[in-house]
């Protein structure tokens, strides 16, 4: 045990503030975390709606029913017959005496945007889109960095009814055609450079090729033009807010691409007010006069998740730029300089933290909470943040994804913290560990299952004809549940372990990415005929992504192919794409059915015995598994 909440932590906090309201409002006794989480998941509908009424969420219309259930959790409805937005409960909080952005860049010295100043931009931006035709359902893409125009963009967008989505600026231009082009925007707008790592990249020929590709697109708004100057300069717009049903679209979010081009994951409303209401309030205990920070980019779920900390009245602190330019301080030193009071980012960055010695014991006294996502902290990065960050401190390990932009599992301020466990399951969400019977167990690894549906969960995918492939991403393994694709154990005092992914999908530096895209670019390159790539969870929370290449007859492995590969993967995609180390291979595991089999490949190098991990009869060259056999051992 690394730290335990003292009784005034704990009763200062927002979530036992929500105990003493169910206390008194709905005669519920509930005195600690784990009669909390028991009764939430065991009376969805009264516990969702405890939440609705708790934040007393601003609406029209009325509900019969908080839940309408389905068979199968696609297709649940929630709060229908209500109206909402979510951009209207950020505004109710505006206040003078705190600013809503810091904003710090790698360009720029740490600025104060105040809510009048976010306000007016945003209204004025609202008022643009309002001009160009734009309304409810309407999609508005981004293509720009994790500055304060994207966040006012988001807004204005959602202020309409209309529907947002974004990419960072260091995705590729494939990267981005293969995401936004489902989804075909009215308006894209764009930054036409970024800096990161002490350069300046131009993206001027990226941009004009997506507004090539992009269907239907109308118009192409560039950060920082004289245009974009003139349309800030608009004082006298009115910030209004369209509330539109509590299903309809607020942003889309893309899969990592394992199985083709990314799924356009659409989620609702309401769905994400809500979930963000609980998750920021309860489980973050973001207050007004906080301020809140986690490293991202417009391209992860976190920036959608961060800036949420706006519906709580907390200031959103905003940083654009490399974590280690022009050294590894760079994120602490803006802690420091700014008085983060919760402190986010990637276990990956804490892990080269701890790697490069970094100690500031005795400066963040105003740090309350320090954040972790993306991929399991280990033990002793638990440990070296406590010695080296600070002793009294509260670390929420915290998991969830894209899929639900929020989390499954991750902190309360009642438990203690213990190294290497995510402190809890989070309230609403019943998450369970399934052994190979589909049973729930604990004390033991199995598959991530959650079992009722969560308002945050996708309406449905963009362009997803009888929802065929939202049903295939987690309802095949187990009909009506939620298989999420984590290998974890939930422990006997109910804290959670995770373990890595139980699927194929790529883990790189906290963000997930497809296979699909290293595949598109790698075979691209004329000497290559197949190619396979895997990911695997290492000791010490990191990871190793070797690459397996097939190439054409008369074409060697040299370091200048191996050079050309890597140079493809960063042109297309990104430096995460690039993978640790190529191989040649004589051919690489498929299925009968012509599948890469990918996932028994990452068990075998984890580990497991070829019997376990592969059935050779379902395979159509089971040949090619020596190769791989091999591999693992001489990597023991």
């Known amino acids: 045990m690394l730290w335990q909440p003292s009784k005034q932590f704990t009763e200062s906090s927002n979530m036992f503030a929500y105990a003493q309201y169910l206390k008194r409002e709905k005669n519920l006794d509930l005195n600690n975390y784990a009669e909390l989480w028991d009764w939430s998941v065991n009376n969805i509908s009264q516990f969702w709606e405890s939440i609705w009424q708790y934040y007393e969420v601003l609406h029209d219309g009325s509900y019969q029913k908080v839940l309408l259930q389905t068979p199968e959790m696609i297709g649940a409805k929630w709060f229908e017959g209500t109206k909402v937005n979510y951009a209207e409960h950020v505004f109710r909080n505006k206040a003078s005496e705190y600013p809503a952005i810091i904003f710090q860049s790698e360009t720029q010295t740490a600025t104060e945007i105040s809510w009048q100043e976010l306000e007016e931009k945003v209204a004025a931006l609202a008022a643009y889109f309002k001009a160009e035709g734009i309304g409810k359902g309407d999609r508005i893409a981004a293509y720009l960095p994790n500055n304060p125009e994207a966040l006012i963009a988001f807004l204005a967008a959602n202020s309409l009814g209309a529907v947002w989505s974004s990419c960072s600026p260091d995705f590729g231009t494939a990267s981005v055609i293969d995401r936004l082009s489902q989804i075909e925007p009215k308006i894209l707008i764009a930054c036409d450079s970024y800096s990161y790592n002490g350069k300046q990249f131009s993206k001027n020929e990226t941009v004009a090729e997506l507004a090539d590709h992009l269907k239907g697109l109308k118009k192409l708004l560039i950060v920082g033009s004289a245009e ?182 991750g902190g309360n301020p009642y438990e203690p913290v213990y190294a290497g466990e995510i402190q809890c399951r989070l309230l609403g969400c019943k998450v369970e560990a399934y052994n190979e019977q589909g049973k729930p167990v604990y004390d033991e690894l199995g598959e991530m299952v959650i079992e009722e549906a969560l308002p945050s969960m996708p309406v449905y995918f963009w362009n997803d004809k009888g929802n065929e492939k939202y049903h295939s991403s987690y309802f095949e393994m187990y009909p009506g549940k939620w298989r999420h694709g984590d290998w974890i154990k939930i422990t006997s005092r109910n804290s959670v372990i995770i373990f890595g992914r139980s699927d194929a999908t790529l883990n790189r530096g906290g963000v997930r990415i497809g296979t699909s895209e290293v595949y598109s670019a790698v075979e691209s390159v004329a000497e290559i005929k197949d190619s396979m790539v895997i990911c695997t969870d290492e000791e010490g929370g990191e990871h190793y992504m070797p690459l397996f290449v097939v190439l054409r007859e008369g074409f060697i492995l040299d370091d200048a192919l191996k050079a050309k590969i890597k140079a493809e993967l960063r042109k297309q995609y990104s430096p995460r794409h690039v993978p640790d180390e190529i191989f040649q291979v004589a051919e690489i595991p498929y299925t009968i059915s012509g599948k890469k089999m990918e996932t028994p490949m990452k068990k075998i190098l984890m580990g497991t015995p070829i019997e376990k991990a592969a059935t050779k009869d379902a395979m159509k060259n089971p040949e090619s598994l020596k190769f791989f056999l091999g591999f693992v051992r001489g990597k023991k």
């Open 228 to 409: 974009w100057t003139n349309i800030m300069n608009n004082k006298s717009a009115t910030l209004e807010f369209t509330r539109v049903d509590f299903s309809d679209p607020i942003w889309i979010l893309y899969s990592s691409g394992t199985t083709g081009k990314p799924k356009a994951i659409t989620h609702s409303v309401g769905g994400m007010l809500i979930e963000h209401l609980k998750a920021m309030g309860l489980h973050q205990n973001c207050k007004k006069g906080d301020r809140f920070f986690w490293y991202s980019t417009t391209g992860w779920m976190m920036w959608n998740y961060a800036n949420a900390a706006l519906l709580h009245g907390t200031t959103v602190v905003i940083y654009d730029g490399a974590p280690a330019y022009p050294n590894i301080n760079v994120l602490w030193d803006l802690a420091e300089k700014t008085k983060i009071t919760h402190f986010g980012a990637g276990a990956s960055f804490y892990i080269s933290c701890m790697k490069e010695g970094v100690n500031y014991e005795g400066k963040l006294n105003h740090i309350q909470s320090l954040g972790s996502t993306g991929s399991p902290l280990p033990p002793e990065a638990f440990d070296w943040i406590y010695k080296n960050i600070k002793k009294d401190l509260w670390l929420i390990s915290l998991s969830g994804g894209t899929d639900i932009c929020s989390g499954f599992v």
